[in-house]
């Protein structure tokens, strides 16, 4: 079976489990997430691995789809954009990087922020997806290379509430698998502030 059709899959059993079905509840995470693309670059004379380490500032809407006592199925973009310093390794040269990430994700949320009214002390989600992510950087001014990697991708997490401030702070990782030439394989790390 495909990953397209585990995960729609997935999908249907979870919201097939959620006990109330609701008005699309608006909910959004503001933080920052660290991750690494490592691939083969190909060009036309020869082929390399490449690691690439990218940090964003990150800003997640999503949309509650179905809600329980305790539970909710969510579709949200926790988008990220950033910019940073590369050294080349092989040139000895210093540039600038500026990236990307776009993913587009669904969550099975339990306890904590998972839905606006749930004050509990603790909770977690756990989902899929696709992403985009476009990476340009720059040596010394002179040349400009870019990569780009899109593929499905899984994620889980934990979340620690805060109920007397009505916030709660989110760690999560996800992995992606690139499905361009390059085949870049991502993992990354993410800390949100649920508001």
Known sequence: M???????LAAITIACTCTKLSAQTFMHSIG??????SGTVKTASSSSSESIMLTHVSYFPRILITEGENNSLSFGLPIGAGVGLTTDTYNSGSGVFWSFDVPAVIDYNIGVKSTPENDSRFGGYFGAGFGYTFVNWTYDGKSTS???SYGPLV???MRFGFP?????????????IGMETSKFKTIGFNVLVDL
């Open 2 to 8: 495909s990953i397209k059709k585990l995960s729609l």
């Open 32 to 37: 920052a997430n660290i991750s690494v693309m």
């Open 146 to 148: 870019n990569a780009n």
């Open 155 to 157: 994620r889980a997490g």
């Open 164 to 176: 007397s401030f009505n916030q709660a702070v989110s760690v999560g990782m996800y992995y992606k």
